[in-house]
C-alpha cells in the first residue's frame, strides 16, 4: 500500500478485505463478505434499502466446475462449426441469465426492485434479459460496477 501513496499505519487508514481472497490479507482492520459490499453500496448508489441485489462478476454466478467445463466444451464446439461469435456470446449471456434466474426463483425474487451490480451491470443484452426472466425491472448503471468497493468503503467508515 505505501507504494501507491497510503500508510497503513495511519490513524485514519482502514483497510477493508472482501472477496475471496479476504482471508490472505493479514494487514486488514475488517473483511467482509463481497455480497455483503455489494448490497451496501447498492443501497447508497440506489437510495434505497428494500431491494434484490444481484452481483455478477468475476465469479460471482456459482456455477459448478463441472458446468463450467461442458460449457466450454460447447463453446469450442461450436466455434469448431463455424457458428457467430455473437451467436455464442448471445447464448453464454442467456444461460448466466437462466442461471441467475433459478437462483432467484428459490428467493421469490422480482417482486420488488431489482438491482444489477458487478462487472456485467453494463451489457444491456444481461440487464434486458433479466428483466424479461424475472418479470421486473432491473436497475443498473456504469458506476454499479463500484458497488463493491463503495460498499466496502462504507464497511471502512464504521470501523
Same mark, same amino acid.
Given at each position: 500500500?505505501? @507504494?501507491?501513496?497510503?500508510?497503513?499505519? &495511519? *490513524?485514519?487508514?482502514?483497510?477493508? *478485505? /472482501?472477496? @475471496?481472497?479476504?482471508?490472505?490479507?493479514?494487514?486488514?482492520? #475488517?473483511?467482509?463478505?463481497?455480497?455483503?459490499?455489494?448490497?451496501?453500496? *447498492?443501497?447508497?448508489?440506489?437510495?434505497?434499502?428494500?431491494? /434484490?441485489?444481484?452481483?455478477?462478476?468475476?465469479?460471482?454466478?456459482?456455477? &459448478?466446475?463441472?458446468?463450467?467445463?461442458?460449457?466450454?466444451?460447447?463453446?469450442?464446439?461450436?466455434?469448431?462449426?463455424?457458428?457467430?461469435?455473437?451467436?455464442?456470446?448471445? *447464448?453464454?449471456?442467456?444461460?448466466?441469465?437462466? #442461471?441467475?434466474? &433459478?437462483?432467484?426463483?428459490?428467493?421469490?425474487?422480482?417482486?420488488?426492485?431489482?438491482?444489477? /451490480?458487478?462487472?456485467?451491470?453494463?451489457?444491456? @443484452?444481461?440487464?434486458?434479459?433479466?428483466?424479461? #426472466?424475472?418479470?421486473?425491472?432491473?436497475?443498473?448503471?456504469?458506476?454499479?460496477?463500484?458497488?463493491?468497493?463503495?460498499?466496502?468503503?462504507?464497511?471502512?467508515?464504521?470501523?
Amino acid at each position: 500500500m505505501e @507504494y501507491i501513496g497510503i500508510d497503513i499505519g &495511519s *490513524a485514519c487508514a482502514k483497510v477493508v *478485505a /472482501t472477496g @475471496y481472497g479476504r482471508v490472505s490479507v493479514p494487514y486488514a482492520d #475488517k473483511t467482509v463478505t463481497e455480497i455483503t459490499c455489494h448490497a451496501r453500496g *447498492a443501497v447508497w448508489l440506489h437510495k434505497k434499502k428494500d431491494m /434484490t441485489v444481484i452481483d455478477i462478476g468475476g465469479q460471482d454466478v456459482k456455477i &459448478s466446475s463441472m458446468c463450467t467445463v461442458f460449457a466450454e466444451s460447447e463453446v469450442i464446439s461450436l466455434i469448431g462449426q463455424g457458428e457467430k461469435k455473437e451467436n455464442i456470446a448471445f *447464448a453464454v449471456v442467456n444461460s448466466i441469465a437462466d #442461471k441467475v434466474v &433459478s437462483q432467484c426463483s428459490k428467493m421469490n425474487v422480482g417482486a420488488g426492485e431489482v438491482f444489477l /451490480t458487478g462487472g456485467l451491470c453494463e451489457c444491456g @443484452y444481461l440487464q434486458e434479459i433479466l428483466e424479461q #426472466k424475472l418479470g421486473s425491472p432491473v436497475l443498473t448503471g456504469p458506476e454499479c460496477r463500484y458497488a463493491g468497493a463503495i460498499g466496502a468503503a462504507l464497511c471502512g467508515r464504521n470501523i
